[in-house]
Nanobody, 115 residues
Framework: QVQLVESGGGLVQPGGSLRLSCAGSGFIVSEQDMSWLRQAPGKGLEWVSR????????FYADSVKGRFTISRDNVKNMIYLQMNNLKVEDTAVYFC????????RGRGTQVTVSS
């Protein structure tokens, strides 16, 4: 059974940082490209970042480029999202996604950026 469990969200002030983690199980994590998505209140699902299966390439939405960094540890079956210089507009539920099907994601972790 595929499981993706996100953690690390919370309340942070603008300009602050958070590191999200995603634990994958029930599939061979090292064989999958992995992504982070987010959904802001009242809005649709937005792709944030992707990392290839071997970690050799990363991709970012323009809205987070230069502020967020995606990484992975295939030994630990973990995917991370380091978020720096957070903005109010980064407030959302953040999801970890396996592959390219939006249905293959976890339950998410809430990130709230507010002063």
């Amino acid at each position: 059974q595929v499981q993706l469990v996100e953690s690390g969200g919370g309340l942070v002030q603008p300009g602050g940082s958070l590191r999200l983690s995603c634990a994958g199980s029930g599939f061979i994590v090292s064989e999958q490209d992995m992504s982070w998505l987010r959904q802001a209140p009242g809005k649709g699902l937005e792709w944030v970042s992707r990392i290839t299966s071997d970690g050799s390439a990363t991709f970012y939405a323009d809205s987070v480029k230069g502020r967020f960094t995606i990484s992975r540890d295939n030994v630990k079956n973990m995917i991370y999202l380091q978020m720096n210089n957070l903005k109010v507009e980064d407030t959302a539920v953040y999801f970890c996604r396996k592959g390219y099907d939006d249905n293959d994601r976890g339950r998410g972790t809430q990130v709230t950026v507010s002063s």
